[in-house]
């Protein structure tokens, strides 16, 4: 039997829930333009804005995913959801090559499962596809209100956004080191 690299739900959300949520952190969030650690080995490219949040019903609901995920496929040591992302990425804007694991830091917590949530419809923008480097793509991300949970370490993009706003949230499951 193979082993998942990737989970999804697609359409877990409701199109009603994503744009109250896009509405809610558009009104609330204070953007700044994202940065990527410097540790990454490919070159992210990243022109996008960002926000932060400790919505507890957005939070709890990630990470109710991000526990399902890891008790589906991934079983690995996780004990903490940081602060969820929320990315905004309009014309011009992408991610490059990238993982979301910070191999030099000093802490002694790594990520472990990165989970994204697509909350556009694709019918508002062209382009910000989600992609892996290294693994089959999910086709059915796309979809408004889908969810992804992967591990940390698997190289990602989203391609640069030619037409309209795509809006997501990211959010970490986090552990002691990878050993």
Known sequence: MKREQWQLWSGALSKVQCETW?????????MQKGGTFNNNREDAGRNTNIGWTEDSVIKNTIANYGTEA???VFNYDINFYPTIQFGEYSKGCKYGWH?????DSPKMIDRKLSIVVQLSDPKTYKGGI???K???NPEKFIEQGSIIVFPSYQLHQVTEIT??????????AEGPRWR
């Open 134 to 136: 290294h693994l089959q």
């Open 130 to 132: 989600f992609e892996f």
């Open 163 to 172: 037409e309209g706003t795509r809006y997501s949230l990211v959010c970490w």
């Open 22 to 30: 896009i509405k809610k952190l558009k009104t609330e969030l204070s």
């Open 99 to 103: 993982h979301d694991v910070d191999w």
């Open 70 to 72: 890891n008790r589906n």
